[in-house]
């Protein structure tokens, strides 16, 4: 069972669980590659101490190495990331439909359920799901992982996987939406990242979810949209030796500072739309 948290096991079946998330399996070939990687890095000493100590043989890590290369992810002829195996097989709902009726339909688990149907039966999501994956590795990285896996994908796979589900979520979290902003702002669709992220961004003072701000703000997403303005927006990223920005600032946004700390160091930037500037401090 993937992030969804709609999808918890197949039609008829009495046992939970799903086969071959996409998420998971992608997920688990990173952690793979990523522990070789490390090993690799350490040098035979230091990497020679942590396999005696926790009692792991080289043999292992060669065969994580292989396991990784061969990740099951079921992919239609549109390039579409199966969110599991079955997904496709699963009835469109007519979203139209329940949003005329319901108005607000961010739950359609429990709007399905009061109407005697499951959620596991319809392409429905909660939230993000195969999309989590770009949002947590990149497409780089994820483009490396299904290549490393036999799997060769067109240019705008990402485009199309991002429209593909975004049509099919409830957005149910408010998280949702920081997710989806952020792959927006990977396939350059700017008006559509910031729409979702000004949702994010007002989700509580608009109590989106009819009722629940009186409970206390949602500080996960609220955290989510300063990630998107300093990752998506200014465009940071901190998973080379050196920090690196790549800013697409919405069009209405004159400038943006922040500071942040890496490796010991800190750093103080200013984007704009003329200019970036980054030093130490």
């Known amino acids: 069972m993937g992030p969804d948290e709609f999808h918890e096991k197949y039609q008829g079946s ?38 005696n100590k926790i009692n792991l043989a080289g043999s292992e890590l060669e065969k994580w190495h292989d396991l990784a290369s061969k990740i099951n992810i079921i ?42 149907k499951s959620p596991d039966d319809y392409k429905v999501s909660k939230q993000a799901d195969t999309l989590q994956t770009f949002y947590n590795l990149d497409q780089e990285t994820v483009g490396y992982l299904l290549r490393n896996a036999g799997y060769e994908m067109q240019d705008d796979y990402l485009e199309k996987n991002l429209k593909y589900y975004l049509a099919r979520t409830s957005h149910g979290s408010t998280l949702s939406r920081i997710v989806h902003a952020r ?12 729409n979702l992220y000004n949702n994010a961004l007002t989700s509580d003072y608009q109590d989106i979810q009819g009722g629940t701000t009186a409970e206390g703000i949602h500080a996960g997403v609220m955290a989510g949209t300063i990630l998107v303005a300093v990752q ?19 069009a209405h946004w004159r400038s943006l500072e922040f500071g942040f700390t890496f490796k010991g160091n800190n750093y103080q930037c200013t984007v704009s739309k003329d200019n970036t500037e980054i030093i130490t401090s």
């Open 232 to 250: 998506s927006f200014a465009g940071l990223e901190l998973n080379e030796e050196k920090p690196q920005l790549s800013p697409k600032l919405p």
């Open 75 to 116: 992919i239609n002829e549109d390039g579409i990331l199966s969110q599991f195996d079955g997904y496709f097989s699963l009835q469109e709902l007519d979203w139209e439909h329940y949003r005329e009726k319901y108005d607000n339909i961010y739950r359609m688990d429990r709007i399905l359920k009061a109407e005697g």
């Open 14 to 51: 009495e046992k939970g669980g799903l086969r071959d998330n996409a998420y998971t399996n992608l997920m688990v070939a990173w952690l793979m590659e990523k522990t070789v990687e490390i090993f690799d890095k350490l040098g035979n000493q230091e990497s020679g101490k942590i396999l």
């Open 183 to 194: 792959l927006a702002t990977m396939a350059n669709d700017m008006d559509l990242s910031w």
